[in-house]
């Protein structure tokens, strides 16, 4: 199965893909994320990244989907795939049906988590995540068990990311109304779209995102 999680900054994608990672074996393919391996290993593609996700801005077309046609290509066929934060426009939605193609897959469901924009301000800007294991924390929605210890790993640093200050969150809104809720018809038009209310607890997010998937949405 192969399934694009869509939503503005803060919606929820990176903490729902993960969950069904965990739960279903499927693989989490977070375009944010691998940018910002890039960007941290000095790669070319991060020395490109750094300033434009630093502004909130989309890094280009071209370098997002030549990331996901890579990391498709090292999956098994069995293996399932949660798109998290791509595609952001018209023309990534594009290549992205000739990438699955070109590996043999085909896009099951376009999940859309709807949400309220100010309450996406107060959860980007409370989010931190530990420096060893990435796991994920909210200052005000979910602190360590023990403060100052992940409750994964133990590990006692934390790290914030660059473009989770208000401003900048601004910015990333105005890029997913301009550019990302566009595509969104392209899909309905497929029958493919569901909505799942990203305002409820994670548990209840990552229950009806499940049904959807049982065919039971
Ligand atoms: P990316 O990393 O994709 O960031 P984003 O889309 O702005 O989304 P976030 O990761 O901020 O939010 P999320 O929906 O994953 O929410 P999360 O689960 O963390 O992209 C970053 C940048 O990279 C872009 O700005 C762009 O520059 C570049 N980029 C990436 N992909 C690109 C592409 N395809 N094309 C071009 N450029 C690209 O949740 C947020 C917080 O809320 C967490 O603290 C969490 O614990 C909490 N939370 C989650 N769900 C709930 C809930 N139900 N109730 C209460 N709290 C919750
Ligand atoms: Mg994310
Ligand atoms: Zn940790």
């Known amino acids: 199965m192969n399934i694009i999680l869509l939503g503005p900054p803060g919606a929820g994608k990176g903490t729902q ?8 074996g499927m693989v989490q393919l977070s375009t944010g994320d691998m940018l910002r391996a890039a960007v941290k290993a000095g790669t070319p593609v991060g020395l ?80 931190f995540s530990c420096a060893n294991c990435g796991a994920n924390y909210h200052d005000k929605f979910k602190l360590p068990a023990v403060e100052g210890t992940c409750d994964v790993c133990g590990h006692h640093e934390f790290k914030r990311r ?38 409820a607890d994670i548990e209840h997010v990552t229950a009806a995102i499940e049904a959807i998937l049982d065919g039971k949405g």
């Open 162 to 199: 660059p473009d989770d200050n208000e401003e900048t969150v601004r910015t990333r809104m105005a890029e997913y109304r301009a550019k990302t809720a566009p595509i969104l018809p392209l899909y309905e038009a497929r029958g493919i779209v569901s909505r799942v209310d990203g305002m």
């Open 17 to 24: 893909a993960s969950r069904l990672e965990a739960d279903r």
């Open 48 to 127: 490109k990244a750094k300033a434009v996700m630093e502004a909130g801005e989309l890094v280009s077309d071209e370098i997002v989907s030549g990331i996901i046609d890579d990391r498709l290509g090292g999956l098994s066929a069995d293996q399932g795939t949660i798109f998290d934060g791509y595609p952001r426009t018209a023309p990534q939605a594009e290549s992205l049906d000739t990438i699955l193609d070109a590996h043999g897959r085909k896009l099951d469901h376009v999940i859309e988590l709807s949400v309220d924009e100010d309450a996406l301000v107060e959860r980007i800007t409370g989010r």
